[in-house]
């Protein structure tokens, strides 16, 4: 309700109404720019995807021309099967580290507290660090092929980085190492918030650990591994720079991703329509994992 500012207790009121409404008040701002610089762009970049734009933005509509040409590029089919490849063996071994790294600590082992700050430790640093330091340890001419050389073994051989066949192995590698921690943490957090009645019902019924582990609480932690499969989904999805800092794409292209096709083609190419295309599609593939993971949560809580 608006005040009367015609009234002698007009000021009263004006504070009144300001204190209810501070709150959107405050927000109002944050609110504005997030639908401007975020979905009026999402919004601009799927119109520009449908026009003929090069170098500068054109808005003639000329429907999905861009997405044709996207999908007869051998450059975008190398990059989508490097996504495949490089989620796949991302998100397991990621998932597979991370549980079995949460599954020793929570046996509450003396060196708990150092192990777990070294497993989380990564978490800390970025992914342009972590590509940085594995682009040196991997590198053939001063990383872990070099050391083993100069041991004497002069046959050895690990130029993983430079070889087009086995450079996306280095990827998961470093991302693996980076990841792995956060994913223990919310086994962790899961393992730890289980109900130890079931837990201590189960001993006395004479079930071993592992069948424990296998029947009881692995199965009952569905909900933290959707919620780091999706977490590990999006980061896989959207990985630039990892893959930027480390190959650079390469050697050649045999590395690309689409996230930095989409880069290539805007900011190297010119050719802003493509990379348009190739971001709405890397959007409708995130938002086909996100939609489905939100629903099952929302429905879930519901329930509840």
């Given at each position: 309700?608006?005040?009367?500012?015609s009234?002698?207790?007009?000021a009263?009121?004006?504070?009144?109404w300001?204190q209810?409404n501070?709150?959107?008040i405050?927000?109002?701002?944050?609110?504005?720019?997030?639908?401007v610089?975020?979905?009026?762009?999402?919004v601009?970049?799927?119109?520009?995807?449908?026009?003929r734009?090069?170098?500068?933005p054109?808005y003639d509509?000329?429907?999905?021309?861009?997405?044709?040409?996207l999908?007869?590029?051998?450059r975008?089919q190398?990059?989508?099967?490097?996504?495949?490849?490089?989620?796949?063996?991302?998100?397991?071994f990621c998932m597979?580290l991370?549980?079995?790294?949460?599954?020793?600590?929570?046996?509450r082992?003396?060196v708990?507290?150092?192990?777990?700050?070294?497993?989380?430790?990564?978490?800390?640093l970025?992914?342009?660090?972590?590509?940085?330091?594995w682009?040196?340890i991997l590198?053939?001419?001063?990383?872990?092929?070099k050391?083993?050389?100069?041991?004497?073994?002069?046959?050895?051989?690990?130029?993983?980085?430079v070889?087009p066949?086995?450079?996306?192995y280095t990827?998961?590698?470093?991302?693996?190492?980076?990841?792995?921690?956060?994913?223990?943490?919310?086994?962790?957090?899961g393992?730890?918030?289980?109900?130890?009645?079931?837990?201590?019902?189960a001993?006395?019924?004479?079930?071993?650990?592992?069948?424990?582990?296998l029947?009881?609480?692995?199965?009952?932690?569905?909900?933290?591994?959707l919620?780091?499969?999706v977490?590990?989904?999006?980061?896989?999805?959207?990985?630039?720079?990892?893959?930027?800092?480390l190959t650079r794409?390469g050697?050649g292209?045999?590395?690309?991703?689409?996230?930095?096709?989409?880069?290539?083609?805007?900011?190297?190419r010119g050719r802003i329509?493509?990379a348009?295309?190739?971001?709405?599609?890397?959007?409708?593939?995130?938002?086909a994992?996100?939609v489905?993971?939100?629903?099952?949560?929302?429905r879930?809580?519901?329930d509840?």
């Amino acid at each position: 309700m608006e005040p009367d500012f015609s009234r002698p207790d007009s000021a009263f009121a004006v504070s009144r109404w300001f204190q209810a409404n501070l709150p959107r008040i405050v927000v109002a701002p944050s609110f504005v720019a997030v639908m401007v610089f975020v979905y009026g762009f999402i919004v601009w970049t799927a119109y520009i995807s449908m026009t003929r734009s090069k170098l500068l933005p054109r808005y003639d509509f000329e429907g999905f021309f861009q997405y044709g040409r996207l999908w007869s590029m051998d450059r975008w089919q190398v990059a989508l099967e490097n996504l495949f490849v490089f989620s796949g063996l991302f998100i397991f071994f990621c998932m597979a580290l991370g549980l079995l790294l949460a599954i020793l600590l929570d046996q509450r082992i003396r060196v708990e507290g150092a192990l777990r700050t070294i497993y989380l430790y990564p978490m800390a640093l970025s992914f342009v660090v972590t590509g940085t330091a594995w682009k040196w340890i991997l590198n053939p001419g001063l990383g872990i092929e070099k050391v083993v050389q100069d041991l004497g073994f002069t046959d050895f051989q690990f130029n993983w980085l430079v070889d087009p066949d086995l450079a996306i192995y280095t990827i998961v590698i470093a991302g693996v190492w980076q990841s792995s921690g956060f994913v223990m943490a919310m086994f962790l957090a899961g393992l730890r918030s289980i109900d130890q009645e079931i837990l201590k019902a189960a001993y006395m019924d004479g079930a071993s650990l592992p069948k424990i582990y296998l029947r009881i609480i692995i199965p009952s932690m569905r909900p933290v591994f959707l919620s780091a499969f999706v977490v590990l989904a999006h980061l896989a999805i959207k990985s630039f720079d990892l893959v930027i800092v480390l190959t650079r794409g390469g050697p050649g292209y045999a590395t690309d991703m689409p996230a930095t096709f989409m880069y290539a083609m805007a900011f190297q190419r010119g050719r802003i329509g493509l990379a348009a295309a190739s971001a709405t599609i890397m959007l409708m593939t995130v938002m086909a994992i996100m939609v489905p993971y939100l629903y099952s949560e929302l429905r879930r809580k519901r329930d509840e």
